[in-house]
């Protein structure tokens, strides 16, 4: 089993709809949860994170947690034509507690196409 | 400058070259790291630098050799690479605290001939 999984996609949806994003994690004390967009030829950029302890709305863009079931999924709302892209699910694992440096497990990413 | 800057954006080289990829961050952080992206593979973790000092080094062939002078300034030597080492090399940098996120370069692509 992949520590992190991503859905490849691609993922398509029209121009004003919500398109949703999830990512499913293997390690279940993981406290800290990143959304990356990175666009073609691009590096990743960073778009959210959340801990462990609840949900984030930014705009546009929520990030939700279900610790039961240990996914975290990411919901663009209006999505627009600019917001295609591969969108990077990352992790900090458990044993990273109390280091002083971030590990992160990245997931292989969903590319996302919003059309016209 | 501001972020994470990385050097060249391009590279092409033989197999029996010898190059250096440079990142320097503007960001006051005190991590650093290297990361591979090859393509439709996740994100590969090379190296970790914390603090100037290598906390992590992920089975990388030792064809690959960071360096760190500094906590604002990374390097990666490469030498006698392989064709499969063509990739994306991405640096990012973070604060010093691990459950913090890490901001990444343009980084450099790479094609070895």
């Known amino acids: 089993q992949k520590e992190v999984e991503q859905n490849s996609g691609p993922l398509s949806v029209p121009e004003g709809a919500i398109a949703s994003l999830n990512c499913t994690y293997s390690?279940?004390?993981?406290?800290?949860f990143f959304w990356y967009r990175q666009y073609s030829g691009k590096s990743p950029e960073l778009i959210m994170f959340i801990y462990s302890n609840g949900d984030k709305e930014d705009g546009r863009f929520t990030a939700q947690l279900n610790k039961a079931s240990q996914y975290v999924s990411l919901l663009i709302r209006d999505s627009q034509p600019s917001d295609s892209a591969t969108y990077l699910c990352?992790?900090?694992?458990?044993?990273?507690?109390?280091?002083?440096?971030?590990?992160?497990?990245f997931g292989q990413g969903t590319i996302l196409t919003v059309h016209p | 400058e501001t972020g994470v800057t990385q050097t060249p954006r391009h590279l092409v080289m033989g197999m029996t070259n010898k190059k250096s990829l440079k990142c320097e961050q503007h960001l006051g952080h005190n991590a650093m790291y290297w990361y591979k992206q090859s393509a439709k593979k996740p994100l590969e973790l090379m190296f970790v630098?914390?603090?100037?000092?290598?906390?992590e080094n992920n089975s990388v062939p030792s064809r690959f050799s960071p360096e760190c002078p500094n906590s604002s300034h990374l390097f990666l030597h490469l030498h006698t690479l392989q064709p499969e080492d063509s990739a994306l090399y991405l640096c990012?940098?973070?604060?010093?605290?691990?459950?913090?996120?890490?901001?990444f370069g343009d980084g450099t692509r790479l094609s070895i001939l």
């Open positions: 630098y914390s603090l100037e000092e290598r906390v």
């Open positions: 990352a992790v900090t694992p458990s044993r990273a507690g109390g280091t002083s440096y971030g590990k992160l497990t």
């Open positions: 390690d279940r004390g993981s406290q800290s």
């Open positions: 990012a940098s973070s604060p010093f605290e691990w459950n913090q996120p890490q901001h």
